[in-house]
Nanobody, 124 residues
Framework: QVQLVESGGGLVQAGGSLRLSCTAS????????MGWFRQAPGKEREFVAF????????YYANSVKGRFTISRDNSKNMVYLQMNSLLPEDTAVYYCAAGGSSRTYSYTTAYDYWGQGTQVTVSS
């Protein structure tokens, strides 16, 4: 069992930066790949970024590539999402999730555990 808690969301102006954190509980955290997803009002939840268990493999949605960076620290049971050059269209609730694989990382159904989400609002 893995429990996930996101933090670091907030209100930021376009062009600004935020760093989201995801704290995981459970001794098996290091064995899980991790993903970040987001959901804007009236839209489906969409994939943002993925990192494998070791941190050596990452994937990004085209819309955030070059602006967002996912990382993890297995010694601290933490996953991070550094978000730079934020745009108003990045406004959403951001969720971290445990599970997935390098083949299924973009599918919400591939993940076993989800956090409650943290709101990110980017003003123009």
């Amino acid at each position: 069992q893995v429990q996930l808690v996101e933090s670091g969301g907030g209100l930021v102006q376009a062009g600004g930066s935020l760093r989201l954190s995801c704290t995981a509980s459970g001794r098996t955290f290091a064995s899980y790949a991790m993903g970040w997803f987001r959901q804007a009002p009236g839209k489906e939840r969409e994939f943002v970024a993925f990192i494998n268990w070791s941190g050596r493999s990452t994937y990004y949605a085209n819309s955030v590539k070059g602006r967002f960076t996912i990382s993890r620290d297995n010694s601290k049971n933490m996953v991070y999402l550094q978000m730079n050059s934020l745009l108003p269209e990045d406004t959403a609730v951001y969720y971290c999730a445990a599970g997935g694989s390098s083949r299924t990382y973009s599918y919400t159904t591939a993940y076993d555990y989800w956090g409650q989400g943290t709101q990110v609002t980017v003003s123009s």
